[in-house]
């Protein structure tokens, strides 16, 4: 890939530009001559976290269609149908200017005319779709693409590819890879007593939130157990609801912050993850090895989440609790019946860390070589 120019187009959300930017970097390491550059939009997560990786970055003004019939929701239809007419030019002229020798996609609406404007011009194009359930963007592209690389295979039955599908897994950060449980629970200042993780996204989940700060009012006071919660940025008013529950204000096995910036920390040193089914969330319990109780989003295109869910739990690596099923109550009686089980949780464990896939950057980069390489890529 040396002095080859490679365009990513991802956006939206962490869960589509962190696996985007993982490759990228691998690629940099390997081919610092390789010129990269990324599109998103100028009002998404891109726009902070791409430049900051330290790479060109270039937007063009695209939005996706919202579900409901609001009429704020309706404003914004209309506005996207503008976009629509008017993106393919922006596509075409960024196109003509960095005569990317490969185009990538990682999802998100983003993607949808950058892909299409470069296999229209017979630019060798990839898509990666990271969900047991292809988001709307990649289930379009995918009878265009060159090639389709999934995280799970599971996707491959709701797809029509051009060509066969490649399972790869999602991209991951080496810091998680290699967190080390003894050290980061020392860190943390835990004790032998099991730890839980609970966590709603970066936004905060308000289900997830309610549901916690109850479940912490009843099993706090056991003090059997160390609590790390994440309330997100719209769950600020979840620590004085904690007080209102009845956990102490000194309570020294509850942890309450807004957002989890060590992730590799706290995920390597849980006994048990309460969380969302996202991708990327999914991808970092297998690779810890970590039990979950999963409450998928119900808001979401497809109900992807559920069907990311039900990869783990069909395999018996986590337990699934729709959100309409969940009461403070089932999820304090599930995280008891969960650790008081110890030979489930190691099953539970062994069976995640069996789904793992830790070299997912690696096998996207061999893929994508494939198109340049006649020899050997060069050694990982």
């Known amino acids: 890939m040396d002095n ?33 550059h990324f599109v998103g939009t100028a009002d998404r997560m891109e726009a902070k976290l791409v430049p900051a990786a330290g790479y060109a970055f270039h937007t063009i003004e695209i939005s996706g269609f919202q579900r409901s019939f609001s009429p704020q929701n309706i404003k914004r239809n209309l506005l996207t149908v503008k ?65 389709t690389m999934l995280a799970s295979i599971e996707a491959a039955d709701r797809m029509q590819c051009k ?49 916690v700060v109850d479940m912490l009012g009843l099993l706090t006071k056991q003090g059997r157990t160390h609590f790390h919660h994440a309330y997100g940025q719209y769950g600020k008013w979840v620590p004085e609801a904690v007080r209102k529950a009845g956990v102490p204000a000194n309570c020294a096995e509850l942890t309450l912050r807004e957002y ?27 690779a810890c090895g970590v039990p979950s109780i999963l409450i998928p989003s119900p808001n979401v295109t497809e109900n992807h989440q559920y069907h990311n869910a039900m990869t ?13 099923d969940l009461t403070p109550q089932r999820l304090a009686q599930t995280v008891t019946e969960l650790l008081g089980d110890p030979v489930k949780l190691t099953n ?18 061999m893929e994508l070589c494939s198109f340049f390489e006649k020899k050997e890529p060069k050694k990982l």
């Open 260 to 286: 989890i910036d060590d992730m590799p920390r706290c995920m390597a040193a849980a006994d048990l993850v309460i969380a969302r089914a996202g991708a990327a969330t999914l991808a970092e319990l297998q």
């Open 83 to 147: 976009r629509l007419l008017t993106v393919g030019g922006q596509v075409n002229r960024l196109l003509h200017e960095l005569k990317p020798d490969i185009v990538v996609g990682f999802g998100s609406y983003v993607a949808g005319p950058v892909l299409r404007g470069a296999a229209k011009r017979g630019i060798a194009t990839a898509i990666h779709e990271q969900n047991a359930y292809p988001g709307v963007t990649n289930k379009m592209l995918a009878n265009l693409a060159d090639k």
């Open 4 to 36: 080859k120019t490679i365009l990513f187009a991802a956006g939206g959300t962490g869960g589509h530009i962190n696996p985007a930017l993982a490759v990228a970097g691998l690629i940099r390491y390997l081919h610092p001559q390789a010129n990269i």
């Open 312 to 324: 783990m739990v069909q395999r018996g690596a986590a337990v699934l609790i729709e959100e309409k």
């Open 348 to 365: 539970m464990s062994k069976a995640a860390r069996a789904m793992a896939v830790t070299d997912a950057a690696e096998r996207i980069y």
């Open 163 to 211: 060509h066969p599908p490649v399972t790869v897994g999602l991209p991951l950060r080496r810091e998680l890879l290699h967190a080390d449980r003894a050290i980061s629970r020392n860190e943390l200042n835990l004790d032998s007593r099991p730890m839980v993780l609970s966590m709603g996204g970066s936004q905060g989940a308000r289900a997830i939130n309610e549901a």
